[in-house]
């Protein structure tokens, strides 16, 4: 079945790191894909999105590109704050749904 | 306007008991989820109800799990004789139809203890 492969974490950098967070998925059809965010004590709220290949999404300074050809959407933010200490999920669509991986926690410290 | 809202936030059972968690989509939303969130397993996909159309099961664990949405708006997620593998944080969310773009808005969720 569908499914989304994101690397484990935790993941601990220092403010201003480059922070990158890989995620595959299975490549079943043209999915869209997500990635999702769950700040301390809330709940999950998008952060961005790509609907077709080559597509770039972008927000709060995070980026991903849907890259077909390695079935990828990693994350990448060039300069982390401590504001962006989090859970991070990737998610692609399937059958109307979503199907997430199972999060990384990202840890910045000042 | 109003998110999604779902009750209670915090819910403890005993194994055994019946419980049942509910979610207020945001209003005019007429796809609504359900998802489980559980340590070391990430979010999983349980049921989906779009419009009036009969709803996608094919993520419920099990047959004491079920599901229904009362006028198209508030959906109530059941869940008979717990077990202790149920305890995880239920997770609901809405979006304007379903479909592949459309952005999935999550309400804080409830957090089940099964003792």
């Known amino acids: 079945g569908d499914s989304v492969t994101q690397m484990e974490g935790p993941v601990t950098l220092s403010e201003e790191a480059f922070l990158t967070i890989n995620c595959t998925y299975t490549?079943?059809?043209?999915?869209?894909l997500f990635w999702y965010v769950q700040y301390p004590g809330e709940g999950l709220q998008l952060l961005l999105k790509?609907?077709?290949?080559?597509d770039k999404g972008s927000n709060k300074g995070f980026e991903a590109t849907y890259r077909k050809e390695t079935t990828s959407f990693h994350l990448e933010k060039g300069s982390v704050q401590v504001s962006d200490s989090a859970v991070y999920f990737c998610?692609?669509?399937?059958?109307?749904?979503?199907?997430f991986g199972k999060g990384t926690k990202l840890s910045v410290k000042p | 306007g109003a998110g999604v809202s779902q009750s209670p936030s915090n819910k403890v059972t005993e194994k055994g008991k019946d419980v049942e968690l509910r979610c207020d989509p945001i209003?005019?939303?007429?796809?609504l989820y359900w998802y489980r969130q559980s340590l070391g397993q990430g979010l999983e996909f349980l049921i989906y109800?779009?419009?009036?159309?009969?709803?996608?099961k094919s993520g419920l664990p099990s047959d004491r799990f079920s599901a229904e949405r009362t006028g198209g708006s508030v959906s109530t997620l059941t869940i008979q004789r717990t077990q202790q593998e149920d305890s995880a944080v239920y997770l609901c969310?809405?979006?304007?139809?379903?479909?592949?773009?459309?952005?999935?808005?999550f309400g804080p969720g409830t957090r089940l203890t099964v003792l």
């Open positions: 490549a079943t059809g043209y999915p869209s």
């Open positions: 209003s005019g939303h007429t796809a």
């Open positions: 998610a692609r669509g399937s059958q109307g749904n979503l199907i």
């Open positions: 109800f779009q419009g009036n159309s009969a709803p996608d």
């Open positions: 790509a609907t077709k290949a080559d």
């Open positions: 969310a809405s979006s304007l139809v379903q479909g592949r773009e459309n952005e999935q808005f």
